[in-house]
């Protein structure tokens, strides 16, 4: 039984992954160019993608974009037209099929994967924790010392200070598994605090605000408004409230790139950026009357 089991452990850490493996230490050598700092500035050049299980279904065709660096650029469309998938490979979990993404200039390939990781912070949908301390969690990742006055100021931007140091041991609080012990906003402000601490020039949120109710949205948006400020942002959403603050909004569908540009710029050509908004605004207006109805304060005729 032990042996059959075994097996699959075995096949998996035999694998060779397509992605390079990042050097260990700083000592070690590294497969790509390490340039002396980051400005922040991203173009997609005619990227096509398949997924390796799935090569023949294409999931992003021909997406060209650009994206200015210190600049906040939304991501809209419905579900599967390859949102996420742009920020996957903007990380470099996967190498495109065809076209290019370039940082600076630098096609991606040609970069040491620790280093331009280390220039990303990423926060996405549900924060991934581990059963340790706040402090831990926070510090997962990060290189280097970090003291207690900067751990608290990334906190502080995130948001998350305040409720930290009311719980009984403040950062050094087990969250429990998956961050069992903290609430969604909770564990979604711990998770922005983590990216904020290697001071990324290149941030990307996935989705960050869609899981939580009205008050932990209200909270972390307001750490995001903090995050985004001197930095690329890419941010995956859905909310108009936090589509119209982007500087550059990026209507996807059918894995292309429909149009681009200003929420009333679009609001005034793009269909489909139309009827995204108009189906959330018809969606908000359903759930806003159906809760005063339960609340007494309109009547059936009302609604």
């Given at each position: ?10 096949y ?17 050598a ?13 173009e997609l ?5 398949s997924?390796p299980?799935?090569?023949?279904q ?5 997406v ?17 037209s ?13 190498d495109?099929s065809?076209g ?10 040609t ?8 220039h990303?912070g ?13 402090r ?6 990060v290189?280097?010392?970090v003291?207690?006055e900067e751990?608290e100021a990334?906190?502080r931007?995130a948001?998350a200070?305040?409720?930290?140091v009311?719980m009984?041991d ?9 961050g069992v ?20 020039r290149?941030l ?9 109710d009205s008050e ?17 942002v ?7 409230s936090?589509?119209?603050?982007a ?6 569908d ?5 149009d681009?540009?200003?929420?009333e ?7 489909k950026?139309r ?5 959330q605004?018809?969606m908000v207006?359903?759930?806003s009357l ?14």
């Amino acid at each position: 039984e032990g042996l059959g089991a075994s097996g699959r452990v075995f096949y998996l850490m035999d694998r060779v992954p397509q992605m390079p493996k990042p050097p260990s230490s700083k000592e070690e050598a590294c497969d790509g160019m390490k340039p002396e700092s980051m400005t922040g500035t991203v173009e997609l050049r005619n990227v096509s993608f398949s997924y390796p299980t799935r090569p023949a279904q294409r999931v992003l065709q021909n997406v060209s974009l650009t994206i200015p660096a210190n600049t906040t650029t939304a991501l809209v469309g419905c579900s599967g037209s390859g949102k996420s998938t742009i920020v996957a490979l903007l990380q470099r979990f996967y190498d495109v099929s065809e076209g290019q993404i370039t940082v600076d200039g630098h096609d991606l390939t040609t970069l040491d994967l620790r280093w331009l990781r280390n220039h990303i912070g990423y926060v996405q949908q549900e924060p991934n924790l581990f059963g340790l301390t706040i402090r831990e969690n926070m510090l997962y990742g990060v290189e280097g010392d970090v003291s207690q006055e900067e751990l608290e100021a990334a906190a502080r931007d995130a948001n998350a200070h305040d409720f930290i140091v009311q719980m009984p041991d403040g950062y050094n609080t087990l969250v429990g598994e998956r961050g069992v012990k903290l609430s969604g906003g909770q564990k979604q402000r711990v998770a922005i605090a983590r990216a904020l601490l290697t001071n990324p020039r290149i941030l990307l949120l996935d989705e960050a605000t869609s899981a939580l109710d009205s008050e932990s949205e209200h909270l972390v948006q307001q750490a995001i408004d903090k995050a985004v400020v001197g930095r690329t942002v890419v941010i995956v959403a859905h909310r108009l409230s936090t589509i119209r603050q982007a500087d550059q909004i990026v209507v996807m569908d059918n894995h292309k790139v429909v149009d681009a540009g200003h929420h009333e710029k679009l609001l005034g050509k793009c269909s489909k950026y139309r009827d995204l908004i108009k189906r959330q605004s018809v969606m908000v207006r359903d759930v806003s009357l159906a809760g005063m109805k339960n609340f007494g304060i309109i009547d059936e005729e009302a609604i």
